[in-house]
């Protein structure tokens, strides 16, 4: 199936659109929107910052003449960030536009609107730091070592972020995660209240999409992005622990060939990697927590 082989979903309820990037998403989501009168909103936790709008493939000028686009390059950089924003975003919106297009590559979104969102404390500032320093001192493994019993069993344990961020929730509150997470109250959006839909490309066809569409960033202003975010990039290399903006897939590969550390061939090719192997993840992911939602195979 191509992506305008996909019918337009029923009329009168919000459509939830996820894929690996590079998919078509954003085109599907529009197509949805342009023909029925919908908003887009965007479901992306990349998308949301102003610092990237290429690197990013936020939608440019004749995709936002075509049909409204909301949250959307709306975070400055630097700013705080997090699911639950986006959560507190969306409720609102959704109370104003009923039926709208929520898409993006974001699974935490996702199954948070779908599926509830645990209200924990924000993380104290001095909690912050020491887990930056724990991850950076000691590694994964002692962080983990240090988390309770039952968030340990549950956690992707190869994902440094998500260890952090379990590990913030039991120093700060003193409840592990997992406990916070069983107390999650009823989601925003019932999944059986909405059209829902995956797209699940074929590798090399997406592999394909992601060498044509890197190129297509370089030549449409990514490199001038990075430039400007220059004067802003962290001293050290970011890592897990790296504020939210530095993550953009690309990002630091065109940080390093402007500071003269690799080739832009070079950065090209290390980004063009990078870029499959998160729309790998985000695959793997959508498969796991997302496989009740209906799939659609691509091409």
């Known amino acids: ?26 085109a599907l989501a529009l197509r949805v929107a342009q023909a029925q009168d919908r908003v887009i909103i ?22 936002l003449a075509r049909a409204r686009h909301l949250l959307y390059g709306h975070v400055p950089r630097g700013a705080a960030y997090s699911v639950g924003h986006w959560l507190r975003e969306v409720a609102a919106l959704l109370a104003r536009h009923p039926d709208a297009v929520i898409v993006g590559g974001t699974g935490l979104y996702l199954s948070a609107l779908t599926e509830g969102l645990a209200d924990i404390p924000p993380t104290p500032a001095d909690i912050r730091a020491r887990a930056d320093a724990m991850l950076r001192d000691h590694g994964l493994a002692a962080m983990l070592a240090d988390l309770d019993t039952d968030t340990a069993a549950r956690i992707d344990r190869r994902n440094p972020a998500r260890v952090q961020r379990a590990w913030e929730v039991l120093h700060a509150t003193g409840r592990g995660l997992a406990a916070w ?23 090399g066809w997406l592999a394909a999409r992601i060498s044509d569409r890197f190129a297509a960033m370089l030549r449409a202003g990514a490199l001038e992005e990075a ?24 990002a630091p590969e065109l940080i390093a060939y402007l500071q003269g550390k690799m080739s832009l061939p070079q950065a090209e090719a290390s980004a ?18 997302l496989g009740h939602w209906p799939r659609v195979t691509l091409p």
Request: proline letters at 15%; aromatic letters at 6%; charged letters at 20%.
């Open 227 to 250: 430039r400007a975010a220059l004067p802003h990039w962290p001293a050290q290399t970011p890592g897990p622990a790296a504020p939210l903006w530095t993550r953009a897939i690309g």
């Open 272 to 289: 063009t990697l990078a870029t499959r192997q998160y729309a790998k993840r985000q695959a793997n992911w959508f498969r796991n927590r």
């Open 181 to 203: 997470q069983a107390r999650t109250p009823p989601p925003l959006l019932l999944p059986d209240r909405a059209t829902r839909l995956v797209l699940a490309p074929e590798r």
């Open 42 to 63: 965007n479901a992306d936790a990349l998308q949301v910052h102003d610092s990237w709008r290429v690197l990013t493939a936020r939608p440019g000028p004749d995709d």
């Open 1 to 26: 199936m191509t992506l305008t082989d996909i019918p337009l979903p029923p009329a009168g309820r919000p459509v939830l659109i996820a894929g690996p990037t590079a998919s078509g998403k954003s």
